[in-house]
């Protein structure tokens, strides 16, 4: 006898769906599941065996195939183990063929229980309804940008970061305020859309980052990862079906490096190309994944190895060939997608006590949703000017004389 079910998979943030077959018929005993199950799969005809048995049904005592189809798609995981179970009852007539379309996962236990969640049909099920959102003003925990004492043309940039969603490299030696400049730029973000609440979401369920009893990411991502990052960690990887990595788990949000000059030279060249292209091609040998990477990065190094060069209370005790190498370590194509640089100087002792209250991160955060507003207004299609291209750069950042003869004199 003959049983058909549907089941599912994620690859990459996608879901890909799964028809399982299974075929019950005479001859020696065996059981076989076949369409390139991975090892934890494969493991699943034990677990199956013994949860028929203990749930007080009959294991066939035929030929058992099942087949997991497309069969060019590698399966992952334990979810698989609810649907080949009902399919095997439903090939050896123990129970009856569903009468309306399931998408059926589920690990099962020895005992026959299903983890975490069971359908029994008992009482009609209805859509699930939306979440609650928070209100569009939420603000995510953030540093203020009050905290920050002076650096007013680091805050500048920051804010102008912020609006058009373009990559900033700060330069200054230690203590200068380099870190916590960028830890208040979440909290000049506008908030998450619903649509890329739901990019972003996507991604941190598939990571397994989602916390317990959140059903919706809220607040824009801020990865900070450290410079001893592998480059599995910051492109993808691991075990079977790559997972994404840091670059992805900033989708939407900022990607912040710290001491950048410190990171691995290839670890940072991976950047390049997420960087123009928003998004990451990962290849394997049995599979290609495209994982979504629209961030904004932010970066952060010292002007010299010792930390000190231009430095007014510290003299520098590099030399030119130290300097020069350690400048080096950031590649020139890495440099062109940074939109801006910014000095960080070390403040003197009189602007870290003075008086005069800084600017709240309110203020410039009213700023940034005004820009975004018209920005969004003049291209629908686009996010933020950082993904203008050619001709919309062009047509709507049109430059004025005074404008032009600024790039003249930098350039």
Known sequence: MFGRLTSGAILG????????????????????????PDKEVSESRERIRSALRNAGYSFPAGRITANLAPADVRKHGVAFDLPIALAILIASGQIPAPKFPL????????DGTVRPVAFRGDRPMSPAPRPPRRAPTSVPPAPDLSEVRGQYTAKRALEIAAAGGHNLLMVGPPGAGKTLLARCLPGLLPPLSFGEALEVTRIYSVAGLLARGESLVEHRPFRAPHHTISYAGMVGGGHGTPGPGEITLAHRGVLFLDEVSEFDRRVLET???PLEDRSILIARAEVSIRYPAAFTLVAAMNPCPCGHLGDDLQPCTCTLHDIHRYRQRLSGPLLDRMDLFVEVPRLAMGELFEAIPAEPSAAARARVGRAREAQWKARPEVLCNADLEGASLREHCRLDSEATELLRRAA
């Open 13 to 36: 943030v996608e879901a890909q769906r799964i028809e399982i077959e299974c075929d019950v018929s005479g001859g020696l005993p065996c059981f076989q599941i076949v369409g390139l």
């Open 103 to 110: 998408l059926i996962v589920g690990e099962l236990a020895l």
């Open 271 to 273: 950047l390049r190309q």
